[in-house]
């Protein structure tokens, strides 16, 4: 409890960081998301697990502002961001990493975080080059520490191995001063010892900072996380511990007996 | 700042500063002919093609209205400073004429990327081509404040300290000015936050949202600067020729600036230059070979030529070459 923002950090003890109330959103006659209630502690580790379309990523686009909501509230940090566009969310301290790795391609590792860092400070529209003393020039390598980059900083995105870039992804997401995670499933199409790594990212993270993972690898959703949601057609059908869920006979009928669709 | 500049200019290639050296000699073995029908025109289309390239080339933003930007700036020239049309032509100084034509081209510019950085790809050709479109029409209809058909002639050049910049030599340097500024500022601006923002937009705007940044801003933003560079080039025009008319601003003039801005290439912002050159000496010579109604055909030949062997156009056929003559120096790709 040494560090400056202890203090706001008690603050926020016990506080929700994210609350969706009757949130749905439909795409035509599609319904992605039907009627979520949803509410994450600061600092609370959650796994959402569901089949493919049961609208996992729908609810982090949601969250996120990448689009609309068609009804329903979002608070975060007790905030009302129902009507705020992404980048305003973002700065408030929410992050997320897409199922999709979305980096820049044609830049370096280094210019992906040090335009992920200088994204959630002010003054983001200099024409100035980066002195060497530029604190998201630092960031940036610190960031690249973290995610375990640190010898590829200059190599252009595009020629990354696939998992290079999860890590990048959520290098990325990192930046600034995060309050709040929202995970796309990092471990897609990851090699069993770049899972560990992963789970080695995502436990070092500071205890503070919450999460939301959709992960369809059970393995790691468990680990990391304290809490679990199942997603079906677009709603919240059962929440609780991990050991709850596993044993529960619909989650098993549903989704752990492999009826992934 | 000043320590950035003096950082930057000390890390330019010595290959750089001899290509300047020899564009500082040029007009002495030249000309009047070279120095400024071939060597400053090719700055001053080169400078509007600069100006497409930063929004193409760092944005992935292709907009037909960068010339109607430096055409408007040309007029404003016309109607505030000394025309011989008997239509407006206040008359003021040109130490306020040219700022105030160069926000006015900006602002337009600007205003371009306000309406159509909502789209993207061909609906942006498609956009920015029907504002350029609609310029052109106005201003030939409308008499009040373009002179309709016309135009306006007749346009005095500026003096400065009582060289008439309309001579030649002035002239010649002045373009080059105007061409090695902006050319070292973009260059400059492209590692800046700024400049890398606008180049993450072109690969992904959608993650840059998720950044924290207004991606709007950001395109808003790269129009403006590419409007100042359009806008400067507008005012060098008018300077040379002393005239401007809805003719300057035409859709195959905009055509042109497109094609001289992807056969010289969008990577880097001297390749527009380089297609400026390759377009005003193919147009001066190529006419010399064969007949005016053909030149088209020519210059239509050409850009499938260059864009067939080399995507990333003449910068791109050069770097071919240099990387062949050089083995060694190629840059290291193949480390994994
Ligand atoms: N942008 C979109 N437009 C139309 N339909 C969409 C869109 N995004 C998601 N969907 C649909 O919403 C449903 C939920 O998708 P998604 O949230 O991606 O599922 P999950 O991440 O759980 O696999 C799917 O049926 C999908 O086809
Ligand atoms: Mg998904």
Redesign the pocket.
Known sequence: MDRPDALSRLQTAGQYALELEAVS?H??A?V??ADINLAVKAGERRA?L????????????AVTGD?PVTTGRIRFFGEDITELPAQERIRRGLRRTY?ISLLFENLTVRQNLYVACRGVSPRRFSLRRPSPSDPATHMAELLAQATHLSDDLDRLVGTLSHGQQRQLEIGMALAGAPRFFLF??PAAGLSPSERADLIDILGALPAHIGFII?EHDMDVALRVSQGVSM?HN?RIFKEGTPAEIENDPEVQALYLGGAHD | MIAGVVKTISGVRPAWWVALVLLILFPFPANDFFTVQIGAYSMILGLIGLSLMILAGYGGMVSLAQLTAAGLAAYVVAIFGVNSNDVLGFGWSWWIVAPLAIAVGTLFSALVGLIAVRTSGIYMIMITLAIAVSVFFFARQNYEVFNGFTGYAGITAPHIAGVDMRAPLPFYYLSLIGAVFFLAVTAFVEGSPFGLALQATRDNPRRVAALGYSVTAIRVFAFALAGVVAATAGVLLVILNGRVSPGTIGVDVAIDILVIAVVGGLRHPVGPFLGALAFVLLENFAIDLIDRERFNTVIGAAFLLVIFFSPDGLLGLWQKLSDRIKPIQTPTKSEH
């Open positions: 959103r795409f035509g599609l992605a998301l959402v569901g089949s493919n379309g049961a609208g996992k990523t729908t609810l982090f686009n689009f199922q796309d499933e959709i997603m677009g």
